[in-house]
């Protein structure tokens, strides 16, 4: 059995630890709800501006602008969305974890490239030595708005150079503080097709002025940097909330610890009692 000043140390450090635990649960709370609402005010945005998109798409044919164009998918690009920090459950693990099966049910004749946003995306493929394009780091230090258009010029640029042939998005979408799910999108070749339309259904008429093609040429490139800044987003409203989730998980945990060792602890100091009776008992039976 550990001596008692063993069991108080551990103690110390356990309560230690708690208090660091609980500053951060309630950071990451406070910061969640900022996030939450900036991923919940993206949200309307984009479906609206998807739904323009897919009005005027019904209207035009795939050539009418590069980023509309299917190809064969040879070059595939992925752009995964982690954190910076740990210290948050599993979200980064569930997200490389997606990350490597993409990777695992296109390999073969493809080749895979990847833009990594946030640190331990980018340590995790770096130490596996994978196709690297670019990387972002410090992603909560820079503007949502300003890294989404730098990530969307990038990708647009490779994707109408042909350097890419599709480009994947694999990001975090915040449910709740407690659920955050893996999600992989398509981003480009930008889909004109709406699944949920029936063959029948005629398209919300609009005037466009100037006209289709101008718009095209203004609508594409800005759809594809608000679906990079909607999962910048959602991702950081997720690593927030799993860090959250994770922090009270800590905090609890280190209560259940510091009640089993005070337990210990109790026990111990009685055993250490009871054993000074008897030496003290032993002893003046032996001087009787």
Same mark, same amino acid.
């Given at each position: 059995m550990a001596t008692l000043k063993a069991i108080r140390k551990r103690i110390g450090s356990i309560r230690n630890t708690q208090q660091i635990t609980k500053a951060m649960k309630m950071v990451s709370a406070a910061k969640l709800r900022r996030a939450q609402e900036a991923a919940g005010a993206a949200r309307p945005? #984009?479906?609206?501006?998807?739904?323009l998109l897919k009005n005027v798409g019904a209207r035009v044919s795939s050539e009418a602008h590069p980023l509309?164009? #299917?190809?064969?998918?040879?070059?595939?690009?992925?752009?995964?969305?982690?954190? +910076?920090?740990?210290?948050?459950?599993?979200?980064?693990?569930?997200?490389?974890?997606?990350?490597? #099966?993409?990777m695992r049910k296109n390999v073969g004749d493809k080749e895979i490239e990847?833009?990594?946003?946030?640190?331990?995306?980018? +340590?995790?493929?770096?130490?596996?030595?994978?196709?690297?394009?670019?990387?972002?780091i410090g992603i909560l230090a820079t503007p949502a708005e300003e890294l989404a258009a730098q990530i969307a010029e990038k990708l647009i640029n490779r994707f109408v150079g042909g350097e890419t042939d599709a480009v994947y998005i694999l990001y975090?979408?915040? /449910?709740?503080?407690?659920?955050?799910?893996?999600?992989?999108?398509k981003l480009l070749p930008v889909a004109l097709t709406d699944a949920n339309v029936t063959a029948g259904q005629q398209p919300t008429e609009y005037l466009y002025e100037p006209g289709l093609q101008e718009l095209l040429a203004s609508l594409l490139p /800005?759809?594809?940097?608000v679906a990079a800044q909607r999962?910048?987003?959602e991702a950081i409203a997720s690593?927030?909330?799993?860090?959250?989730? #994770?922090? +009270?998980s800590a905090t609890s945990n280190a209560s259940?610890?510091?009640?089993?060792?005070?337990?210990?602890?109790?026990?111990?100091?009685?055993?250490s009692i009871t054993r000074e009776l008897m030496e003290i008992v032993g002893t003046a039976e032996a001087l009787k």
């Amino acid at each position: 059995m550990a001596t008692l000043k063993a069991i108080r140390k551990r103690i110390g450090s356990i309560r230690n630890t708690q208090q660091i635990t609980k500053a951060m649960k309630m950071v990451s709370a406070a910061k969640l709800r900022r996030a939450q609402e900036a991923a919940g005010a993206a949200r309307p945005y #984009a479906e609206k501006i998807t739904e323009l998109l897919k009005n005027v798409g019904a209207r035009v044919s795939s050539e009418a602008h590069p980023l509309l164009r #299917a190809r064969e998918e040879k070059k595939l690009h992925l752009v995964l969305f982690t954190s +910076d920090r740990g210290l948050c459950g599993g979200y980064n693990a569930n997200l490389i974890r997606a990350a490597e #099966a993409f990777m695992r049910k296109n390999v073969g004749d493809k080749e895979i490239e990847l833009t990594l946003v946030g640190r331990k995306g980018a +340590d995790h493929f770096r130490r596996r030595r994978a196709s690297i394009a670019d990387r972002y780091i410090g992603i909560l230090a820079t503007p949502a708005e300003e890294l989404a258009a730098q990530i969307a010029e990038k990708l647009i640029n490779r994707f109408v150079g042909g350097e890419t042939d599709a480009v994947y998005i694999l990001y975090s979408r915040f /449910r709740s503080a407690l659920s955050q799910v893996p999600t992989l999108e398509k981003l480009l070749p930008v889909a004109l097709t709406d699944a949920n339309v029936t063959a029948g259904q005629q398209p919300t008429e609009y005037l466009y002025e100037p006209g289709l093609q101008e718009l095209l040429a203004s609508l594409l490139p /800005r759809i594809t940097e608000v679906a990079a800044q909607r999962a910048l987003l959602e991702a950081i409203a997720s690593e927030h909330g799993a860090r959250m989730t #994770a922090m +009270d998980s800590a905090t609890s945990n280190a209560s259940k610890m510091m009640g089993s060792l005070t337990l210990q602890m109790n026990r111990a100091r009685q055993a250490s009692i009871t054993r000074e009776l008897m030496e003290i008992v032993g002893t003046a039976e032996a001087l009787k």
